[in-house]
């Protein structure tokens, strides 16, 4: 079953506004994790946030994570056309290290130049 | 560097037919990789996990004898589709996790394998 679920399922956004996206897990976690996938293509590794973090920034990206309501956002600042593509985040089912992730459903997000 | 390949990107084939799909670390190694299955428009879903020398390990649901997986080396892991039908077809996408990289659990995903069953 399902870990992740995210919301929206899509978001169109003009260049330039910011996108968020949430996620909600259900079981205790080591760490949660942001993939993009662009249409037909493989996942790229965006961030990971530690269960003992709240807050992590990369580049336009930040990403929150509250333990307490199961729950994980990803922020991108001043979107771009390229951002396109779809964003998923993954849990570690058992929380521990084997490493057996379990994606939420997606958001589809379009940035219109 | 963690680049994982897979090939074939895209492959058609017959109903009854049997495919193979590799993935492979190119530049680490990896005792672990693992089997996703991505249908239209939907997320990714676990069909196995495999360790280097011994048997992968199913997802509830999955049929071992239907997906072959075989993980002779560190860099090199294959699924094969045996008597493939046309609801087999879709996205297949493999990642890898390095064997120096225990913290963070973090895998490399490959571009993944388009099937199409006729």
């Known amino acids: 079953s399902q870990q992740g679920e995210e919301d929206p399922q899509a978001l169109s956004i003009q260049e330039g506004e910011n996108a968020t996206m949430n996620c909600s897990y259900k079981t205790s976690i080591n760490n949660l994790q942001w993939y993009r996938q662009n249409s037909g293509r493989g996942l790229v590794h965006l961030i990971l946030?530690?269960?003992?973090?709240r807050e992590k920034h990369s580049g336009r990206l930040r990403v929150t994570l509250d333990t307490s309501k199961k729950s994980s956002s990803l922020l991108i600042t001043a979107s771009r056309a390229a951002d396109t593509a779809s964003y998923f985040c993954a849990t570690d089912r058992y929380g521990g290290s084997q490493g057996n992730l379990i994606f939420g459903k997606g958001t589809k997000l379009s940035v219109k130049p | 560097g963690a680049v994982v390949s897979q090939h074939p990107s895209r492959v058609i084939c017959k109903s009854g037919t049997s495919v193979k799909i590799e993935c492979r670390s190119l530049d680490f190694q990896a005792t672990t990789m693992f089997w996703y299955r991505q249908f239209p428009k939907q997320s990714l879903m676990l069909m196995a996990t495999s360790n280097e020398g011994s048997k992968a390990t199913y997802e509830q649901g999955v049929e071992k004898d239907k997906f072959l997986i075989n993980h002779a080396s560190l860099t090199l892991s294959t699924l094969t589709v045996t008597s493939a039908h046309p609801e087999d077809s879709s996205f297949y996408i493999c990642?890898?996790?390095?064997?120096?990289?225990?913290?963070?659990?973090?895998?490399?995903f490959g571009p993944g394998t388009r099937l199409t069953v006729l």
């Open positions: 946030i530690r269960s003992n973090e």
């Open positions: 990642s890898a996790r390095a064997v120096a990289r225990v913290l963070g659990n973090e895998q490399f």
